[in-house]
């Protein structure tokens, strides 16, 4: 079957030349245990591949293949040398036509609820411009199933397929680009001597029949005759670039394993190519689709993605229930001195004295009553909002890294987020000032109670978000978040005052502060608010600052969380 390619940005006329060129690359990274000592992960490595081909990179554990594959992708730069595809270095191939460079790692990155078909699909959406005609996308859609033999399996979930049907299926969405030049780490990593022989000669048809030039990485060597080129490496040095039948006589060895055992012997293989750096050439490559498309498809999978995942969504019901309950129940026993708290006195010396002294005792404790339970929604809410965030982004690294390298916009992927832990945050905090409202009986507006509940819910959530976004592992964003809710109640500064200095350092960034304090202003036309501001040694922030400094913490917090996302991704995996 032909496939056909897409319309594309630039075009040339296809003709047979060097599409891999390197020359002298080098990578060196200190020593860890000498620091002003290098360590060279490759030692000036140059070859040439010709397009239209497909290369193994092969040798030891350790030798540098995985480097070097990621230094062609253009996902790490060199310390010296040069490398050009099709005359263009990758970085600038990464930054003007993401699509132009596919790159698979190791491990296939995919949404197990997802189906096949809904992956490609999102997939298509995401890479594809809208310029592309419908019918021309789904012609194409159908050539990419049928080029990676999943027609058989797109009704399936991901989580089901086995390994060796989820490394056709995250080839496929790096195919989904049409791009001209393919890096493969690992590809057959994992698979049974039958399933590695049918993965290579796959990619040997894929390559004859695309014109594509395919590197890959590989520590299987039975089926390197289905190859056009090898390139062996050894401590970071190029040992041999030539075809495979080549590979044994250069070594004057009878088996691939006799050269493994022997490499440590020889010294890098000489070479006398031309070193004249390439012009850049024009590629066939279009630009993925627009900010704005790409965040329709992505609020659709996030929906998809939410309700498939039931134990998220038990959590989620489980807090949203029990934590308002929680607040109820500690108020109960004292609910009717909150409620009839009264300033009047009797006329009487003796009674009038022993009533002051018993409405002491009684503000006292009232004040610390309204507090407590103000205190305690707050603290409860920012527990739910560190759960909306903490993991969201952490969980699915893999999978948006990839898609960045694809071109997907930062801005509309974490805008999805924000929108996913807002709409959390507006239906806790709603449920939570209603609830306590209804059962405690508390003065004051349901609507500025419930508007600075929601923000400090929704600063918590993006300030957890923005952890999720930086950390490397779901875990390591949890326990940031987790001990970031432990910081809030004693740096509010509600329980025992904080030093002056502290207070001013710590208190700009505690959205419990501004959430316990806004609380309390909505009781502000009420005497439960002057006797709380009586017992008090923290100052109560007027209504307006909680505002807008919570809603400071949503906004940065979001402009955070795009930054952390743009610039991880140029980070190393």
Not at 410 to 425: E, G, H, R
Request: glycine share 8%; net charge neutral; with cysteine.
């Amino acid at each position: 079957m032909e496939t056909e390619t897409l319309l594309q940005e630039s075009v040339g006329s296809p003709v047979k030349s060097t599409a891999v060129f390197v020359r002298d690359l080098s990578l060196s990274v200190p020593n860890r245990r000498n620091k002003k000592e290098t360590k060279f992960l490759l030692d000036n490595i140059s070859f040439d591949l010709p397009e239209g081909t497909f290369t193994a990179i092969v040798g030891p554990s350790g030798c540098g293949k995985t480097t070097l594959i990621r230094l062609l992708a253009g996902l790490r730069n060199q310390t010296s040398g040069e490398v050009r595809l099709a005359g263009h270095t990758p970085g600038s191939l990464r930054a003007g036509l993401p699509l132009a460079i596919g790159y698979l790692p190791q491990f296939s990155a995919l949404h197990d609820s997802l189906t096949v078909r809904e992956t490609l699909e999102d997939a298509l959406a995401i890479r594809l411009p809208g310029s592309v005609p419908k019918a021309q996308r789904r012609q194409w859609f159908n050539s990419v199933v049928d080029l990676a033999g999943l027609s058989g399996v797109l009704d399936q979930a991901c989580e089901t397929l086995s390994g060796g049907q989820k490394r056709r299926l995250s080839l496929a969405e790096e195919l989904i680009g049409d791009p001209p030049f393919l890096f493969l780490d690992e590809l057959t990593s994992g698979l049974d001597p039958n399933a590695d022989l049918e993965m290579m000669q796959w990619m040997r048809d894929l390559v004859r029949r695309t014109g594509k030039t395919v590197v890959m990485v590989t520590h299987s060597v039975a089926n390197l005759d289905q190859c056009d080129k090898v390139l062996f490496l050894n401590a970071g040095k190029l040992l041999f670039a030539g075809a495979p039948e080549e590979f044994l006589p250069a070594f004057g060895a009878g088996s691939i394993e006799e050269i493994y055992a022997t490499a440590g012997r020889y010294d890098a293989a000489p070479y006398e190519g031309d070193q004249a750096v390439p012009e850049p050439r024009p590629l066939k490559s279009s630009r993925p689709a627009n900010a704005m498309s790409q965040f329709g498809i992505l609020m659709r999978r996030q929906v998809r993605l939410l309700f498939r995942d039931k134990g998220q969504l038990g959590l989620q019901l489980l807090l949203l229930i029990s934590f308002p309950v929680l607040v109820a129940v500690f108020a109960l026993d004292g609910l009717p001195a909150v409620q009839s708290l009264s300033l009047e006195v009797e006329t009487s010396v003796v009674e009038g004295l022993a009533e002051q002294l018993s409405y002491l005792k009684e503000s006292f404790d009232v004040a610390s009553l309204v507090q407590g339970l103000a205190m305690f929604q707050v603290i409860l809410l920012t527990l739910m909002g560190a759960n909306n965030g903490a993991r969201e982004i952490a969980k699915e690294a893999p999978i948006l890294q990839k898609e960045l390298r694809a071109g997907l916009s930062a801005f509309s992927y974490c805008t999805t987020k924000v929108i996913q832990v807002t709409l959390f945050s507006a239906i806790q905090s709603f449920w939570m000032t209603w609830f306590v409202k209804e059962m405690c009986g508390f003065p004051g507006s349901f609507a500025d109670q419930y508007m600075i509940l929601f923000l400090a819910t929704a600063a918590m959530s993006n300030t957890c978000l923005l952890f999720s976004a930086i950390s490397r592992t779901p875990e390591k964003a949890s326990l940031l978040s987790i001990y970031l809710v432990g910081l809030q109640l004693p740096l509010s500064g509600a329980v025992l005052a904080l030093p002056e200095l502290l207070r001013w350092a710590t208190q700009p960034v505690i959205a419990a502060y501004w959430g316990w304090s806004g609380y309390l202003r909505t009781l502000e036309m009420f005497r439960q608010y002057d006797v709380v501001q009586q017992a008090s040694k923290t100052e109560i922030a007027i209504s307006s600052s909680s505002v807008v400094v919570l809603s400071a913490h949503i906004i940065v917090g979001w402009m955070l969380v795009v930054f952390a996302i743009k610039r991880s991704s140029f980070r190393s995996e």
